[in-house]
């Protein structure tokens, strides 16, 4: 729960709505990032690869799982809306398996689409837990940044594997 002030109103009240929106955003993105994942470890040819896009399936499967209790603990419904800038990276990441079957350059082109969706992420989970710091939300803190610290592993995974393979090889 978030902390009081003297008045007896949470601080930084106004950022509340701007708070409950990005949570619906990313709530979306993640359930869209599901499906994406799926065809970037069908698509990949490195068995490395392919592993890391099946684990980071896993753990958004707990990062839904996380906002959920973050939703619960505002007293609301676990409801996201659909995220049009991961509709995007997963667009391009589409175009990207199409554009590239069969080329070399695949891995590091899935690498790069994946990177963008990280990216995106670290953006969000970022501000999510500047705003629950300031709303004095600390238990939603603690679990947003679990999730930021996970986004931000896997995508230094993905730049070892680029590095190590997928650039390499390409």
Partial sequence: MARKNQNGEMPNAH???LFLDELKDILGAERQLLKGLKKMATAAKSDTLKSAFEMHHSETEEHINRL????????????GKKCKAMEGLLSEADEIIESFEGDPAL????????????????????????????????????????????????????????????????
């Avoid at 959920?68 to 409801?79: K, N, Y």
């Avoid at 500047?130 to 679990?146: D, I, P, R, S, V």
């Fill in 15 to 17: 950022l509340h709505e």
């Fill in 68 to 79: 959920a209790t973050v939703f619960e603990s505002m007293g609301m419904a676990a409801r």
């Fill in 107 to 170: 891995d590091a082109a899935l690498i790069a689409a994946a990177q963008k969706v990280e990216h995106y992420e670290i953006a969000s989970y970022g501000c999510l837990v500047t705003y629950a710091e300031l709303m004095g939300h600390n238990e939603a803190k603690e679990t947003l940044g679990a999730t930021l610290n996970e986004e931000k592993e896997t995508d230094m995974k993905l730049t070892e594997i680029a590095l190590t393979e997928a650039n390499v090889s390409a």
